[in-house]
């Protein structure tokens, strides 16, 4: 027995309800250990694993579970075999993965519940999302339930999407303690991998369930499983839906008041809901044209079922090596006249650029004169990167808010145009005088479909850009260089120089005293 787990043994104090725990696990050694002290109420742990290659085989036995060893197949397979072949000491069977935790609460909960005998065929158990040292109450959805505690002659699975659904003739309840899950317990790059392969698994059950809509009966359903998987139905045909889940979480959920915790899982979910978008279109696309679009196989993979838990996905996508681009000339009408080229924006970024025109700029404006800290909250939540100190004025003219990289102290002064097609990135210390305009796109003029050009801005540290100064694309300002008021430049500035005219040249060194 581990110090962890004697540790445990001695805290606890409470009644220790009957049930077997069942750990799932794929190259989990970095888990296990506490995974298991959290199991340490139940005298019947096992450890099911899909054939790690580290040593979480291993540490299990050491720290007392029984160990078993099935090839994954799928969510619901797995499931199934482990009630069929593991020799479990009691019918009750709660199901953990190995980046999730026991609560006192929660062993209290299935205590006081599983002494009265309960009928039910299982409980779905809500669980406590952890992120950056913090539960997600808000962005992460709280409370979200899985199947996890079940009565092992009462309870089947079947596969679904990249999860599973519990497939029973008994009824189901809900416990309230909720269990501790850390998601990102072994990085952000195992989190992203995951959640590629359950976005190929999520396409693919879309599309194989075919175009029915779910009823309004199904949407408004009391049971929250029920109701989140038909939603799921509907959300999936909204083109703007990763944006608009981003900030639903934000907003109307409420992540942004989770800080940076909140607002990057918020990210994350949209990237998520990204992918599955994306995928949708490379699927129905394939198999329109007699191809497979992508596929998804079995291989070792991580058991669990939820797009949040600590779960390894299926199979890559399989994608077409020979792409063509055509490159269309200039078109002209009747007259001869040019046809300026389709709108090189993409459909996200007209959704966000729109949010950010109906909701995020008239907030901006109406903000009071010295609420900096407001206005560096809604470039933050739009995307920008904001250092601390930085002061916008109300009456800044911001283009693209998620093209802006304001450093630590920046200051930018009334009605100064911060025109980002392309990034804008102001230095340390920089300051931006009133009416200035920073204009980080312009068009191919030699092109007859005149294309945008996106060509940054970069300002160093303690540099001052006069008012109503003019900053034209893809020019770079020095450390401590000024350009004078009304002055206008479209060449990159020196360091420590000062420059003034229009176009500017170089008129002195600045010297500091």
């Known amino acids: 027995m581990s110090d962890r787990h004697a540790q445990i043994e001695r805290d606890w104090k409470g009644p220790r309800p009957s049930v077997s725990v069942v750990v799932l696990t794929l190259n989990e050694e970095i888990n296990i250990e506490e995974c298991l002290a959290s199991c340490s109420f139940s005298d019947d742990v096992h450890v099911l694993d899909s054939g790690s290659t580290d040593r979480t085989c291993e540490l299990a036995e050491a720290l007392g579970a029984s160990v078993a060893v099935h090839r994954f197949e799928s969510f619901g397979t797995q499931r199934n075999w482990a009630i069929d072949n593991i020799e479990t000491k009691h ?14 609460e929660i062993v209290r909960e299935m205590a006081s519940l599983l002494g009265q005998s309960p009928s039910q065929a299982g409980f779905h158990v809500p669980h406590k999302l952890m992120f950056m040292g913090r539960w997600l109450k808000r962005s992460g959805g709280y409370p979200t339930y899985q199947m996890r505690l079940f009565h092992k002659r009462r309870m089947r699975f079947c596969d679904f999407g990249h999860g599973q659904r519990e497939e029973t003739d008994g009824e189901l309840g809900f416990l309230k303690a909720p269990y ?14 995951k959640h590629n392969r359950y976005s190929s698994l999520e396409a693919l059950q879309f ?6 809509l779910p009823r309004v009966g199904e949407l408004l359903s009391r049971d929250a499983i029920a109701r989140r998987r038909a939603w799921k139905q509907v959300t999936y045909r909204v083109p703007a839906w990763p944006a608009m889940r981003y900030i639903a979480t934000l907003l109307l959920f409420g992540g942004i008041t989770e800080g940076r915790a909140g607002m990057t899982y918020a990210r994350l979910l949209s990237t998520y809901e990204q992918m599955i978008q994306m995928k949708l279109r490379m699927l129905r696309s394939a ?31 399989a994608t077409d090596t020979k792409t063509t681009q055509e490159v269309l000339p200039g078109r002209t009408d009747v007259t001869g006249q040019l046809i300026p080229e389709a709108s090189p924006w993409t459909f996200k970024q007209k959704v966000l650029r729109a949010l950010w025109m109906l909701v995020g700029k008239p907030l901006f404006r109406v903000s009071f004169h010295n609420w900096y800290g407001v206005r560096r909250g809604l470039l933050r939540l739009f995307g920008a990167k904001v250092g601390k100190d ?22 930018i002064g009334d009605y100064a145009v911060l025109y980002s097609l392309g990034r804008i990135t102001v230095g340390e210390r920089t300051i931006i005088s009133q009416y200035a305009h920073l204009c980080a796109g312009t068009h ?22 006069g008012a109503d100064a003019y900053v034209g694309p893809n020019v770079k300002v020095g450390r401590l260089s000024v350009l004078g008021a009304r002055s206008s430049t479209y060449k990159d500035l020196a360091p420590e120089t000062v420059y003034v005219g229009n176009p500017s040249h170089a008129l002195k060194k600045r010297e500091l005293h």
Not at 207 to 212: F, P
Not at 287 to 298: M, T, Y
Not at 401 to 408: F, H, I, K, Q
Not at 454 to 459: A, G, K, L, N, S
């Open 91 to 104: 019918d009750w069977v709660f199901h953990l993965d190995a980046d999730e935790r026991f609560t006192p």
């Open 180 to 193: 501790l899950h850390l998601s990102f317990s072994k990085g952000l790059y195992d989190w992203l991998d």
């Open 207 to 212: 599309v194989e369930a075919g175009s029915r």
């Open 287 to 317: 198999r329109s044209r007699g191809r497979a679009g992508f596929e998804v196989d079995s291989p070792q993979v991580a058991p669990t079922e939820t797009f949040d838990a600590g779960d390894r996905p299926a199979a890559p996508i």
């Open 390 to 411: 930085v002061r916008v004025r109300p009456s800044v003219n911001v283009e693209v808010p998620w093209n802006l990289d304001l450093r630590d102290g920046a200051i």
């Open 444 to 465: 191919d003029h030699t092109d007859r479909r005149f294309p945008l050009i996106r060509d940054p801005i970069e300002i160093g540290p303690d540099a001052w850009i």
